[in-house]
């Protein structure tokens, strides 16, 4: 039968889009519902299958099933009524079973233990008998372990009580005779005094029975890595680490016995050659005794080496091998010769199997060498230029030029015309005293210093960048560390000596000059190389500058205040209460000269003379200042008070212009030099004469005395006449 689509058949009868009634349809579809069944008898009557023997055979096994339904229904009566009796008696067996079977095994297992302890005891008395370590302590050991997890019930039994003090007393015992025993084999002592220290090693270790034996049973209860390990840090903290460190003396007695004996002496510390030389001593000693196999086909020596190799070697490199780094080029070129003895001794190293083999290089650090390098020149010039600032600086020598040049003549070149107008701004611009350092002494460390800074900067353009670089920023510290000891260490003598300060502030004029042109000298060597940093110097000229200034200003207030205190504790200091000044007023004047005289021997020749001269006239300065207002304070002054006075500071006048190379400087450089000249005539003078200095207000007095410090004086000096009355009037 076709596919029947009723969705079709509806849509042909409703097709008609027109309005229709139900009663229209009904006929339509009753139609093809009969059609329908027509087709559907057609199709049943073609059909192949014979439907009727279908049904009958259906109704058959319906009935057949129930009939089986039936029997199966009676098995299940039968099973609940007699089989399920049988089955319960039989788990009630199953459970006695069970039980007793326990009880069985868990005497069986305390019987075990029991049989199990006495194999070990008896395994441990055959070792003994045999005289083996191996065997008694392997037994006992087992016994042990074993008694730590019994069976269970076997912790109630007096036998596990005896048998676990027993085993444990016993394996002590054992122990405590093995250690002795590896103790004869592997014997250490350490005898210190003051002055030295001897360190014995005895290796008694033989490939024979016994030692064997010792070795295995040691592995055995898990002491031997505990042995072993202790001997290892032994070496390393007590014979190797010493080695390293300090002068040594290794001598193999004999076979077996081996001395270190370590000299205790301060900074002394061995060369690298010496060192390598010490330990291939020892560990060809150690070779010798150590090279027997312990565990897992590893010999003692491979199981020393584990242990300790590695913090031998950091130790061996900072605190030996480092220190063969070169400080200066011409050492760092041949430096392959040291490497070659080094990677030499690292292969011995790998033959006596202290090293594992192409696992470990000492000579890791080399891959760094310009780093190291860089920081072994620094500390080595940053220390030489401390050792060099701590000297004497009374050590002098002469540098300078006498006369600075005017001008600078221009040598001939072919310059094109702007670059020629701009040199001549240029020269025309700076002053001409920029490239020139005037006469005078400096410390010969300043020198000194100054040289060792062009070795840094020599060395540093022929090293690479990084070592160039590092080498830069060491001399600036140079010259950072000039400002930090200088002042500290020597601070006694610049704070007492003239000569001292002198030299001082010559040595940071000196180091300041070269600095401003110390930058283009390092960068014209640097030509040609690409830089990522700027080279300059210039920034710390006006520090040391400063440096020097300050201390020179300190002392010159300090020779101020001296020369004030003499003057103001002599009877200078009190002319308005006296008649007649004593001796001290001159004694003190006397006492300032010497001491302007005594700054003179000490810095003509030292400072440069345009600055030598500014100081002592700027000292002179004061000190006749000072002078001149002790009379011009005053109200009244005796006639006799008046000729000490000028007797007293007539003697200034005699004896200041010797305080200077050129007497004649007094005049230039003391403001108030002619005051004082005019001063003296005052106090010896007359009223007439004083008038006559005046001349109406254009004479000497007038232009050297204010108008108040003159009537003062006159006050102070004249009685009270109508000359003197006269005289004042006309000082207005």
Known sequence: MADYNVENVLKTIFSDSSTWKPADKIPLVIKEIEQLKIDMKSFLHNSDSDITSIVDEGKKLCAESKALVDEMEQCKREIEQETMAEILKSIENHDKLSKELQRVNFALNIVFDVVQCGKYVKEFDEGRDAQSFTRSIEAVYDLVQHIEVPAEGFKQLDLYINTKTTGQLILDNLLHELY??????????????????????????????????????????????EKLSKFAQFLLKDVLIPIIHNDCTVFAETDVLMTVTVNHKQNNKPPYDAVIANLRLLFHYLSNRLNLECNRDCTIMQNVGKEICLAFKDILVQDCLIDTIPNNINELQSYGKITSEIEDFQHFLSVVKFFPENKLSILDYVKNIDVLFADKSSQYFLETARSIMVKDL??????????????????????????????????????????????????????????????????????????????????????????????YHHENYLQTIPQYVALFHNNCMYLAHNLQTFGDKWLILMEGRELDYPISFVDLVQKLRDLGYQHLTVHMQQQRKQILDNVRSSDLNCIVVKDVLSDNAEAAVRQCLRQLHLLKNVWIGVFPANVFVRLMGTLVNMFVDEL?????????????????????????????PTLFQNPTDVESHVKPWVKLQELIFILNGSLKDIEHHWQDGAGPLAIHFHTEELRSLIKALFQNTQFRANLLSKIK
């Open 180 to 225: 002795n025993e590896w103790n004869l084999l592997v014997y250490t002592n350490i005898k210190a005094t003051t002055r030295k220290t001897v360190i014995t090693i005895k290796l008694k270790l033989e490939d024979n029975n016994l030692t064997r034996d010792i070795i295995n049973a040691l592995d055995r209860c898990k002491r031997l890595n």
């Open 394 to 487: 009374s050590a002098t020598m002469s540098i300078g030029v006498e006369i600075i040049p005017e001008s600078n003549e221009a040598a001939a070149s072919p310059l094109d015309e702007n670059t020629e107008d701009a040199l001549k701004i240029l020269n025309d611009t700076l002053p001409k005293s920029l490239f020139y350092f005037p006469r005078c002494m400096i410390s010969k460390t300043a020198q000194e210093l100054l040289d060792l800074v062009y070795v840094m900067m020599e060395q540093a353009v022929q090293c690479s960048d990084v070592v160039c670089k590092k080498l830069y920023n060491t001399t600036r510290l140079v010259f950072e560390l000039y400002d930090a000891v200088v002042p």
């Open 628 to 656: 001149i207002h002790r009379v011009c304070s005053v109200e009244d002054i005796s006639m006799d008070m008046a000729t000490q006075l000028s007797d007293i500071y007539t003697l200034v006048v005699q004896k200041a």
